[in-house]
């Protein structure tokens, strides 16, 4: 008895964690679900710090690699100091990945894809995986704010861009309201498809619409998931296709799908950019 192992409240979490995916997994096999859920390839605690890498599956076959993605689990908790809530991967993202799997042709002409948000990056990720397929020079933005989520999208665009070439990977900084007062420059002009998940809540819906009217070329395509009932989700629709603020140009045509995730609702938003 004296060999007995004693279980930590740490080891209790990581079974209870292995169990829940055991149960997503075997649904995903038995084709109750579609989605590409993460394999736990790593987890460590470091500093207090919860670290745990995980391997997405982002296509069908081996010409789309699955993306290692590094995350913090607990670290939406305000003590964390790693990156708030973009520390982790929500449900919000493993939604907009699985949407852009089941359409590929979405990306099939984009040659600049830039992620609005990005937190670890899963998004992002999974659209340079399927743009490797094709070739061709091609650049995916990931960008966010806080500095702690910028460092950790850093340690993930170092992680694939070997899996990923010859798609180019960068990382930048973007502060929506710099952005659009004109004091930070876009990382990129004429966006293809512009992504993001989870970024609409409160009083952002409009501020996201803007941003989008700003940054996608006319002909591209802006691809946005959000749980569904989220404050500001009206707001945002609606200033993508009101024509009543001539300034931001070309309006938006706007596809809504409903999807779930662990028994949660998720709205996807499909909307394509009018011509000039």
Not at 22 to 41: F, I
Not at 169 to 175: G, H
Request: aromatic share 6%; proline share 6%; net charge negative.
């Amino acid at each position: 008895m004296g060999d007995r192992l004693i279980r930590t409240p740490e080891d209790e979490e990581f079974a209870e964690a292995d169990e829940i995916l055991s149960d997503l997994r075997k649904k995903a096999d038995t084709g109750e679900g579609d989605l590409p859920w993460g394999d736990c390839l790593s987890r460590s605690w470091e500093d207090g710090v919860l670290r745990v890498t995980r391997s997405y599956a982002t296509g069908s076959d081996a010409s789309s690699p699955d993306v290692i993605i590094q995350e913090f689990p607990y670290s939406a908790h305000p003590c964390s100091g790693v990156g708030g809530t973009g520390g982790m991967v929500w449900p919000g993202a493993i939604v907009l990945a699985s949407q852009l799997r089941a359409r590929p042709e979405l990306l099939s002409d984009a040659t600049v894809v830039l992620e609005l948000g990005a937190g670890c990056g899963l998004p992002g990720l999974a659209a340079a995986s399927l743009l490797r397929r094709d070739g061709g020079a091609r650049r995916v933005i990931l960008t966010d704010g806080p500095e702690a989520v910028l460092t950790n999208l850093e340690h993930n665009a170092r992680a694939n861009e070997e899996r990923v070439a010859p798609v180019a990977l960068e990382v930048a900084k973007l502060i929506w309201e710099e952005l659009l007062d004109g004091t930070t420059p876009p990382p990129a002009k004429a966006v293809d498809v512009l992504l993001g998940s989870d970024v609409i809540w409160g009083d952002r819906g409009p501020m996201v619409g803007r941003v989008a009217r700003l940054l996608v070329r006319p002909g591209g395509w802006l691809i946005i998931s959000a749980q569904k009932g989220r404050e500001g989700l009206d707001t945002f629709q609606r200033l993508l296709c009101s024509s009543e603020e001539a300034s931001l140009g070309p309006t938006f045509s706007v596809e809504v799908l409903e999807e779930e995730m662990n028994g949660e609702a998720f709205l996807v938003f499909i909307c394509h950019r009018l011509p000039a």
